[in-house]
């Protein structure tokens, strides 16, 4: 059901890339629009959203822009791993409230990992200060351009 619901305009991400909610941003650009998220799972959590295009999910997206849209996704996963040197780094994104999807404008999380550190849960816990963020965003953002 939640699969395949109507794209809700309203949406958290639509209303960041209206500009009406603030996002720490690390590259933007016609096609995509990377920020950090705001319940990080791990120092440099980066979330990448398509632009002008109405997808809730993977599966709504149009073939046609997803090329364009997964160039940066390796770029921002590139940018991540370079100013933050991880151990490893989860690339990864969730189709459907039952699958652990709670904002429904599609995205892929960019998680950096660390041998010696857990990871935080999803979406949930204590939101990160912006301070904070912006600190990691402006260790990013060189390499994202
Ligand atoms: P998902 O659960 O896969 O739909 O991922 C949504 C992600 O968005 C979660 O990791 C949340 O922590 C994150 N998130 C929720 N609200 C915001 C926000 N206003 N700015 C940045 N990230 C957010």
Sequence with gaps: MTLHADYDPDNIFAKILRGDMPSVK???DDIALA???VFPQSDGHTLVIPKQVQARNFLDMPSEAL???MDRVQNVAR???KAL???GLVVTQFNGAPAGQ???HLHFHIIP???SRSLA???SGQMAEIGYLEEIANKIRPFAE
């Design 79 to 81: 940018a991540v791993e």
């Design 113 to 115: 990992r660390w041998e």
């Design 85 to 87: 040197q991880p151990d």
């Design 102 to 104: 709670t904002v429904f």
């Design 26 to 28: 690390v590259f933007e």
């Design 35 to 37: 920020f950090m998220d």
């Design 67 to 69: 090329g364009a849209y």
């Design 121 to 123: 849960g999803h979406a």
